[in-house]
């Protein structure tokens, strides 16, 4: 299902709501809905790839990184 900016922006505003003070587990494809967590784990043909931030990722995962050029306008310099 796609979803128009404005609709994935308030999604993001709730989820950053609720994982206040909560342990929070979120599957997606969307880099968008994770950038943001404490941890992220990168999953590939269902084994574990990585795990670490999003900073972190982008300097040393090749697959996290192609998925967010993929998805992300811009990627912060690093």
Known sequence: M???PYTEQLIQNALK???KKRIVLIV???VSTVRDADRI???YQGEIQAEDTHTQLLK???LYRRLCEM???K???L
């Open 75 to 77: 990627i912060p310099l």
């Open 41 to 43: 784990v990168v999953l």
């Open 60 to 62: 040393k995962n090749e």
């Open 71 to 73: 998805q992300l306008v």
């Open 17 to 19: 709501a609720e994982m």
């Open 2 to 4: 796609d979803i128009d």
């Open 28 to 30: 997606t494809h969307r």
